[in-house]
């Protein structure tokens, strides 16, 4: 599953970490990578947002920070998982505006290890050419299978780089729009996968907890 959970407001302006809670018990998603989730931030009541949504499900979690809010708060990525997590580690990308980053984590799943990729692009084109850039040669180095999702910000047109690596699982389901939750008509949120997996099914689920809808592919690896 990706997801942009908005800081776990619904766009009433109500808190919905509760009701994320609920719909990782109810779609049941081995793995999840989260956007704009927030760690001891005072605009969330100093709620560790990211320990909260994997305690949903007993996932462990990584949490990648873009941006520093407040005394002790940040806003970023997470990624939770049903398996452990070997390796974690949170890069920069190059941002002009608001600083985007992309973690980075090594999972161990029955079949082997494998890596997945949470990120966040920005919303100045220019600079999303940059990101996917570095997103491109950071999947490159990679020796294991892999998983990149998140919120792109942009259509298939822009994210022509990684299709050279990578399928993405919307393209083979029908390109169903993630945003806006009022208007849904702009597919932004993705989830992009190596040779080495099968996309079996791929639903975006109904869901009011943010401005986002949530998408959810359904992986399976042959030989890792």
Known sequence: MTYNVHSCIDVEKRNSLDRICNLIKKERPSIIGLNEVESFSPRVGFVNQPKRLAAARNMVYSYGPAIKFGPIGFFGNAILSRY??????NFRLSSKREQRCCLRT???????????????????????????SELERLVAQEKNPV????????????????YRML????????????????????????????????CRDLIVAESDSSDHLPVIADLHIANV
Not at 106 to 132: A, C, D, K, S, W
Not at 147 to 162: E, V, W
Not at 184 to 190: E, Q, V
């Open 84 to 89: 452990p997590i070997y390796e974690s580690k």
């Open 106 to 132: 090594r999972l161990r799943i029955p079949e082997g290890y494998i890596t997945v990729f949470i990120t966040h692009l920005g919303l100045n084109r220019q600079e999303r050419f940059e990101q996917i």
């Open 147 to 162: 998983i990149l999702m998140g919120d792109f910000n942009c259509g298939m047109d822009q994210l022509r780089p990684l």
């Open 167 to 198: 399928s993405d699982a919307g393209s083979i389901f029908g390109s169903q729009p993630t945003f806006s939750l009022t208007n849904p008509k702009d597919r932004i949120d993705y989830i992009l996968f190596s040779a080495e997996f099968e």
